[in-house]
């Protein structure tokens, strides 16, 4: 399996030598699913879970408390089939799309991992 081979409109390409990991090794990688845009979760990446990421199709994280890969799904079977993987203006923040295969990507069950409401302002104006 691979990455969708076009790449979105304006999309630039660039070499992961230029991506700017933090002093860990690491850079966060923001996945969303790519039909709803839903924010699914936010995780880390270190060039080897990128590069797995790139190759295989699948998301591959860093965990740190572990210190070690994961590749996502893989105790839950609920796994993120990558379409495009860009990165921010700084080259310091991955946005990964991806279809979500199963329940969800939250290790809790749910289909997102943002679901814990902090606040709420709808109909305000700036």
Not at 64 to 73: A, I, M, Q, V
Not at 108 to 124: E, I, K, M, Q
Request: aromatic share 8%.
């Amino acid at each position: 399996m691979s990455i969708e081979s076009t790449p979105p409109e304006g999309a630039q390409e660039f070499d992961i030598d230029e991506l700017r990991f933090n002093e860990l090794g690491l850079i966060p990688a923001i996945v969303i699913e790519s039909t709803s845009r839903e924010v699914l979760m936010m995780a880390w990446m270190n060039r080897k879970s990128l590069e797995l990421t790139i190759t295989s199709g699948r998301t591959w994280f860093y965990s740190r408390s572990r210190e070690e890969l994961w590749p996502k799904g893989e105790t839950s079977g609920d796994v993120q089939l990558v379409r495009h993987i860009r990165a921010d203006c700084d080259l310091d923040t991955l946005l990964v799309e991806v279809d979500q295969k199963g329940s969800g990507a939250c290790h809790t069950g749910a289909y997102s991992c943002f679901f814990n409401l902090v606040a709420d302002r709808p109909g305000t104006d700036a």
